[in-house]
């Protein structure tokens, strides 16, 4: 059995553990930190399968295919956590998405990058990080418009939701167009993918896709039923249980894909990779959340702590500044790790 085959079977042999210890009624803590594991495995297994199948498509759609994918965990625990009225979760698991990939993934692979290559210098093109920077400052705008409006006290306090979901409508539209318009010019005159000698069958990695999207669904509603008395036994708040640990084991894919591709050289697609997974976050994840949750009774909104909506607005900022002219050193990637790095403290002492 090959080492991917292995990895895959242990992947779902912890899911089907984090069913039992859900279903049995087993510690809240065991079965937090099981589908935890699980979480992160599962967004593994879709990141693998979604690079054979992207290798048929080229590098964009790859990029695109696995950010896309690789945000489903994400998805099901913040649909979860709004259906069991657990807003601070998926209010904080969005942002903390954001976060860790805007600063810590690509920080890490900005680093290794710029570290492996003989220059000392990661170099990419310069379109995406520039266009993904301009849909970050829309999303992040709109976001710090409506904090604003919501606190000065000028009657708008009433109409948040309504505010949000046409907010919401207007990012989608914007992202859409930028998506459609970005595949055509990235495909354009670029054949299939490099096929590596690693890579799983096609129609394998379909069914791989399918398996994993399914337990992705359930893993995470366990993983949500179990974070209210696990984080009480632990003594550590749901705003750093969403910020750090829930975005961190969401975003698995991203967390190895990137770095992995950054230290092959592979600079272009590492920065696809995780410039489209926070391009998708902030302009469509977000917003059509935003816009279901209409059908729930736990409303989702862009209307943020001031902190946060301030951290949004300096992370964007530092993103489009280190990434705006396609090279990165390795301090300008050390220097984003550093910001997560203090955002995560400022949570863990709230």
């Known amino acids: 059995m090959t080492k991917p085959a292995l990895a895959t079977t ?7 553990a984090g069913g039992v210890l859900h279903y049995s009624g087993a510690s809240a803590v065991a079965t937090f930190v099981v589908t935890g594991i699980a979480l992160g ?9 979604t690079e054979a199948v992207g290798t048929r498509f080229g590098p964009a759609v790859t990029g695109a295919l696995q950010s896309t994918l690789g945000n489903l965990p994400e998805l099901f625990i913040v649909l979860f956590a709004l259906a069991k009225g657990e807003l601070v979760v998926a209010q904080f698991s969005i942002l903390g998405s954001i ?24 170099r ?6 520039n266009d993904t920077a301009t849909l970050l400052l829309l999303a992040v705008f709109i976001i710090a418009l409506l904090g604003i409006s919501d606190h000065a006290g000028i009657g708008t306090s009433d109409h948040i939701v309504t ?8 990012l989608l539209f914007v992202y859409v167009v930028w998506f459609q318009a970005y595949l055509r010019a990235e495909t354009n005159g670029h054949g299939p993918g490099e096929q590596t000698h690693d890579a799983l069958p096609f129609r394998r990695a379909l069914w791989l896709l399918a398996a994993s999207g399914v337990a992705a669904a359930f893993v995470s509603e366990w993983f949500v039923d179990a974070i209210d008395p696990a984080v009480r036994a632990l003594g550590i708040s749901k705003a750093f249980t969403g910020l750090v640990i829930v975005a961190i084991v969401g975003n698995a894919v991203e967390n190895v894909v990137a770095v992995q591709l950054a230290a092959k050289g592979k600079h272009d697609l590492a920065i696809s990779v995780v410039k489209n997974s926070v391009a998708q976050i902030a302009c469509f994840l977000w917003p059509v959340l935003v816009l279901v949750s209409l059908t729930f009774s736990t409303r989702l909104t862009f209307v943020i702590p001031s902190v946060f909506a301030g951290a949004l607005v300096l992370m964007a900022l530092a993103v489009w500044q280190i990434t705006g002219d396609g090279e990165a050193a390795p301090f300008e990637g050390l220097a984003l790790v550093a910001l997560y790095a203090v955002l995560a403290t ?5």
């Open 346 to 350: 400022i949570v863990w002492f709230e």
């Open 163 to 170: 505010i949000s979901a046409i907010g919401a409508i207007l």
């Open 10 to 16: 242990g992947v779902f042999a912890l899911v089907v």
């Open 124 to 129: 990419f093109g310069k379109r995406l990080p």
């Open 99 to 122: 976060f860790a990939n805007a600063l810590l993934v690509l920080g890490i692979a900005l680093t290794v990058g710029a570290s492996k290559d003989s220059s000392g210098v990661m």
């Open 41 to 49: 495995g599962v967004a593994w297994t879709i990141g693998m399968a």
